[in-house]
């Protein structure tokens, strides 16, 4: 479909952009396509296939008439020119650098597929051609292939510790992309957690949030403890240390139950501190510790080990650490840019001798643009607030003097409180409740019952909550709306909340933090209130029907679509697709079809089924189809 046109409301700029433009010096360029087979098959997310296939083509010039081939890590090889055979067999001996293991034999098959032009793709920019899929794949892989550097990495220089033996780490991702006429890479910072490298002792004194290993001479304090230690060090690669000149690398299946002068080895003839004290003349410091278990029957003392640095953290973080990485990657714009020319220099595309021999150049601008402020929307809240318009300045406004659009009711709900009474008292949670009906009542909504019943969580998340669910009830006489949280502090505990709320029992939740409950800010109150309503089925605002009349003219749906990959488990972890519609004339009431995908695909397989699911609920709202 053609473009209509381009938009012309707003005050037209010029801004720098995370874009550098590539040019091609060879338009007319002839790139072959090769299959590449290499046995025997290992999984994907080791990234062998990668390293072998760089250590065969340094040591196999000559056999590769010279071509230095840019390869995909699985499947795909390209080239600048022919190689001098169509299909051949080759072995490879692989070590990896410091390792004690011995050589492991590799066949690589090399198969030429297909031919393809440079050309296509300026055909395809300039809207004069498809762009195939050998094209796509083919230049993406020229313009990300380094010797050791791919679509995303990190440094440790400029690494902060985010606290519990953990620390972000700087990053950048490059990532080619098609304009228009042009061909671009976009380049931008990033950032991620790593684990601290160093003394294994020393991670688990940071986990504890302890000030040394002194702190440790008593053993662990209890089971929870060893059970925290545990999951965030369970599989972590660590280094022996006991004997310098023959360090071995390991990883760490658990913890032992008991320290290192009770657990036995040897079919219980000797201890482990008692072993390293007769085999290594070497004294255990901490032998009250328990020892990890790094294969059967295979124990090390936990002073012996150092973890290896440059272990990717994939764990949720705790609410420090997430406060500390937001602080860490939140950053004005022209330090984000110096960061971006610091990638760009890292990456140093000028000497990058893949692209040289495809006649690929990346320029040292950042691409220039045109672009327009647009006119700041006009806010619509209730007609009877003091100011019943608003116009934003600078992206802030806030609830003064203002009262929600449609207010909802609420009258059957319970408070359950992740404290016990010593923590948070009852007068303490009641003097809350106070305020937040009055905030409630001054932004227009309708507290029904103010004495809810107060429950106590009794270490069973989804009992509990099914608890406060029965005692709203029965206190209200109808079926619960709402369980108001209140949480100690960010932690799993929401996300278990939200899993039985929404899954198990089917009713809203709203969490606080203790720490606010306890503050009474009314603008945290009325940031509550307002999530509130809109759980409960009420409006807090709305855009003016003169911004918005292409939906307001005649019925229309709106949508939106994401998918959400995680980060654990690569491809065998599912992915969550997303797609939700807008269900008024006001765009401001949604509805939401979810579904559970294969793990990192980024198309919505279930599509067409999610639309028509979204366009039946507008038709059972309205009874009448969307015209647009």
């Known amino acids: 479909m053609k473009r209509p046109g381009f938009g012309n409301k707003g005050v037209p700029i010029k801004i720098q952009t995370n874009f550098f433009e590539v040019t091609n010096k060879i338009p007319k360029m002839k790139i072959t396509h090769y299959d590449v087979t290499i046995f025997p098959e290992v999984p994907p997310r080791l990234n062998i296939n990668r390293k072998v296939f760089n250590h065969f083509s340094e040591e196999n010039q000559r ?80 313009f990300t292939n380094h010797p050791t550097i791919r679509n995303l990495f990190y440094t440790s220089q400029g690494a902060i510790p985010l606290f519990g033996g953990i620390e972000a780490w700087p990053g950048y991702y490059q990532l080619v992309r098609p304009t228009r006429g042009k061909m671009m890479i976009n380049i931008d910072s990033s950032a991620t957690t790593f684990y601290e490298g160093g003394p294994l002792i020393q991670m688990i004194v940071k986990i504890l949030g302890l000030r040394s290993p002194n702190d440790l001479r008593k053993g662990l304090s209890d089971s929870k403890d060893h059970q925290k230690i545990e999951k965030i060090i369970k599989n972590l690669r660590i280094s022996d240390n006991h004997i310098p000149e023959n360090r071995r690398n390991f990883k760490i299946e658990k913890l032992t139950r008991s320290s290192a002068s009770d657990t036995t080895i040897n079919r219980n003839k000797i201890d482990v501190e008692t072993y390293f004290q007769k085999e290594y003349n070497r004294r255990l410091l901490y032998p009250f510790l328990p020892c990890v278990v ?82 700041t929307p006009i806010i619509q809240y209730h007609q009877t607030s003091k100011e019943n318009r608003i116009e934003p300045k600078g992206g802030e406004w806030n609830l003064r003097d ?48 103010r004495f809810p019943p107060i429950c106590r969580e009794n270490g069973n998340t989804e009992e509990s909550l099914r608890k406060a ?160």
């Open 294 to 375: 790094v294969g059967k029957n295979y124990y090390l003392p936990i002073e012996v080990c150092d973890v290896i640095p440059g272990q990717r953290y994939i764990q949720k973080l705790n609410e420090i650490q997430t406060a500390e990485m937001i602080k860490f990657t939140c950053q004005p714009p022209s330090t984000r840019a110096n960061k971006i020319q610091a990638g760009l220099n890292i990456l140093d595309y000028r000497n990058n001798e893949y692209l040289k021999q495809f006649g690929m150049a990346v320029s040292n601008n950042m691409t220039v643009v045109n672009a327009r402020i647009l006119p």
């Open 469 to 628: 669910w029965l005692r709203a009830g029965n206190n209200a006489k109808v079926k619960p709306q709402l369980i108001l949280c209140i949480l100690p502090h960010r932690s799993v505990l929401y996300g278990e909340i939200k899993r039985v709320s929404d899954t198990v029992i089917g009713v809203a939740t709203q969490c606080v933090l203790s720490k606010k409950a306890k503050t009474l800010k009314k603008q945290y109150l009325a940031n509550i209130c307002l999530k509130i309503n809109v759980k409960l089925g009420g409006e807090n605002s709305f855009l003016i029907p003169e911004h918005i009349q292409f939906v307001a003219d005649e019925p229309t749906i709106l949508m939106g679509a994401d998918i959400t990959n995680s980060s654990l488990g690569g491809y065998i972890s599912p992915s969550y697709a997303a797609l939700c519609g807008s269900m008024n004339a006001r765009a401001s009431h949604y509805v939401a079809s979810l579904r559970v995908q294969t793990g990192h695909t980024e198309i919505i397989k279930d599509l067409k089924d999610m639309v028509k699911e979204l366009l039946k609920t507008f038709y059972q709202t309205h009874r009448l189809k969307p015209k647009k």
């Open 402 to 449: 203002k009262r929600v659009a449609t207010g909802a009711t609420l009258g059957s709900w319970s408070v359950l409180a992740f404290l016990n009474e010593k923590e948070l008292p009852d007068n303490i949670i009641i003097a809350f409740l106070r305020k937040f009906f009055i905030t409630c009542q001054d932004t227009g909504m309708n507290i029904l019952n």
């Open 63 to 142: 056999v590769l008439g010279g071509v230095k081939p840019v390869f995909d890590g699985t499947k795909n090889m390209f080239t600048h020119k022919p190689l001098p055979f169509k299909d051949r067999k080759l072995e490879e001996d692989n070590m990896p650098m410091g390792s004690k293991r011995p050589f492991r034999r590799f066949t690589i098959r090399i198969r030429k597929t297909r031919d393809f032009f440079m050309e296509d793709l300026f055909r395809f920019l300039h809207a004069k051609g498809k762009m195939t899929w050998n094209c796509k794949m083919g230049n993406h892989e020229i």
